[in-house]
Nanobody, 123 residues
Framework: QVQLVESGGRLVQAGGSLRLSCAAS????????MGWFRQAPGKEREFVAT????????RYAESAKGRFTISRDNAKNTVYLQMNSLKPEDTAVYYC????????????????WGQGTQVTVSS
């Protein structure tokens, strides 16, 4: 089992920045590819970004490219999502995900999910 706990979500003004964190516990975190999803009110959960267990091959949704950066610190069992130039349409609950294969994360079917952290961007 892998337990994932997100933090860092809050209210921020448009144009601002936030860094979300996802702390993992349980099985060897460094073996897992990690990702972020988000779900806005009334919408389906959507892929945001993934990163491999080595910290390489970051992949982003079009909406995140150029503004968001995914990274990880295996020594701290933590994955991050740095979000810059935030827009009101980035308002959502952001979820952390873990799986042994990043491609499975991107399909929306990872083995593990966190409970989510709320990000609200005001205009």
């Amino acid at each position: 089992q892998v337990q994932l706990v997100e933090s860092g979500g809050r209210l921020v003004q448009a144009g601002g920045s936030l860094r979300l964190s996802c702390a993992a516990s349980g099985r060897a975190f460094s073996n897992y590819d990690m990702g972020w999803f988000r779900q806005a009110p009334g919408k389906e959960r959507e892929f945001v970004a993934t990163i491999t267990w080595t910290g390489g091959a970051p992949r982003y949704a079009e909406s995140a490219k150029g503004r968001f950066t995914i990274s990880r610190d295996n020594a701290k069992n933590t994955v991050y999502l740095q979000m810059n130039s935030l827009k009101p349409e980035d308002t959502a609950v952001y979820y952390c995900a873990a799986d042994l294969a990043a491609w499975r994360i991107r399909t929306g079917a990872p083995e593990y999910w966190g409970q989510g952290t709320q990000v609200t961007v005001s205009s």
